[in-house]
């Protein structure tokens, strides 16, 4: 009777993980995140190339991206603007805004600050049977303030603090259940290394960068519900620069990126954990660590989670400027994918970009974005302007 029990136990279990090395990634889920318009590229230079920006080269915009690329600007201060229609193709007044500005300390250090707007217009809550309740404007929004040192010639480092406001339910009340604008505080960590090199008798350049954004609190809407991970975020990534001549520049690059926030479970249809754990309760540390190995198929789907932006940038004379760009994410995370393009005008302190999105499925919420950004910036390095002139 023992060895039958035994045997029985021996059949049951082995059901079970053979029932788990069955699953695929069509049965997991992608990552979601409270407050997602911190995922949103805010400016066009960035949108025309695939949304890579980690190790580009140094910009107004390198808050979002990257900030220890600030130390190596050339300007004293620079400021701009930005602005997005957010799923355009389906709806109307849904957009991200951005003003940012950036101010050169001394030589080796520099501080920015941004404010980025989220908004989707008025929405008109109803009941279940269509009566209207009220109308809202939810709206969301980011303040951020970095700084960025030189620790050597070619490396920079940078931290960043951020204050995130987000009014998704306009203080809706039903009975007993009351809502209320989240508030979370979060931070980033980057590093920025650039070095000039001779690449097949050219002048030429390496970039690479590591950014670690929105390390910070959970957010809540309501006492009644759990508070949400919000999308702390790990980029990485590298830049080749090459001079065709003193007038023609290309650079190219490739970004990865990584959502520091733990996968969810697999369920079955009542409910039940059948691969993976459990994250509603999980802390902020907790699921930054579960994010790098948790998954509930293991390797083969943190491998899914990447997503990779590549891009490319052709310069002519540093004023006119185009791109291209490509962005990838797996079909069972996400399945964004699509092609990017744009191009760039700056002449003397001002700076005008564009950044258009073509989707590579047929029906994308995506499709068409838009991207604009005006920026000005004034005063030169005083060595640079010498080199300029030299040549």
Do not use: C
């Not at 920025?192 to 390390?215: R, V």
């Not at 052709?314 to 191009?343: D, L, W």
């Amino acid at each position: 009777m023992k060895k039958i029990v035994f045997s029985i136990g021996l059949l049951i279990a082995s059901i079970g993980l053979f029932a788990q090395d069955t699953l695929t990634l069509a049965d997991t889920k992608p990552i979601s995140t409270a407050v997602p318009f911190l995922s949103i590229t805010p400016d066009a230079r960035a949108g025309a190339m695939g949304d890579m920006g980690v190790a580009t080269s140094p910009d107004i915009y390198s808050i979002y991206w990257n900030s220890a690329k600030y130390a190596f600007l050339d300007e004293k201060f620079a400021a701009a603007a930005s602005y997005t229609p957010w799923l355009r193709s389906i709806t109307t007044g849904i957009s991200l805004s951005q003003l940012v500005g950036f101010y050169r300390l001394n030589e080796t250090q520099a501080f920015a600050a941004s404010i980025r707007y989220f908004t989707v217009g008025e929405i008109v809550l109803t009941s279940t049977t269509g009566e209207e309740l009220s109308a809202i404007n939810p709206n969301e929004f980011s303040i951020d303030a970095a700084y960025s040192l030189k620790l050597s010639d070619n490396l920079a480092g940078s931290i960043a603090l951020r204050f995130i406001y987000s009014n998704i339910t306009g203080g809706f009340s039903s009975g007993s259940f009351n809502t209320h604008p989240g508030v979370a505080f979060a931070s980033d960590l980057g590093f920025y290394y650039t070095k000039d090199i001779t690449l097949g008798g050219k002048n030429a350049h390496i970039n690479a960068g590591l950014f670690l954004s929105n390390l910070g609190s959970k957010i809540s809407y309501s006492s009644a519900l759990p508070p949400s991970f919000i999308p702390s975020n790990l980029r990485f990534g590298t830049v080749i620069g090459y001079e065709l001549n003193d007038y023609n520049k290309i650079s190219w690059g490739v970004d990865f990126n990584k959502l520091l926030v733990p996968t969810p479970p697999i369920r079955d249809n009542n409910g039940n954990i059948i691969a993976g754990t459990d994250i509603e309760d999980m802390s902020v540390i907790s699921g930054i660590i579960h994010s790098l190995y948790d998954a509930p198929l293991g390797f083969k789907e943190k491998l899914a989670e990447l997503t990779v932006s590549t891009g490319l940038e052709y310069s002519y004379k540093n004023m006119f400027f185009g791109r291209i760009g490509y962005f990838y994410e797996n079909p069972y995370k996400g399945n964004r994918q699509y092609m990017t393009a744009g191009v760039g005008l700056k002449y003397t302190s001002l700076r005008f970009d564009f950044s258009y999105l073509i989707p590579l499925s047929q029906v994308s919420p995506l499709d068409g974005t838009i991207r604009v950004s005006l920026g000005v910036s004034f005063g030169k390095k005083a060595q640079k302007v010498k080199k300029e002139n030299a040549q």
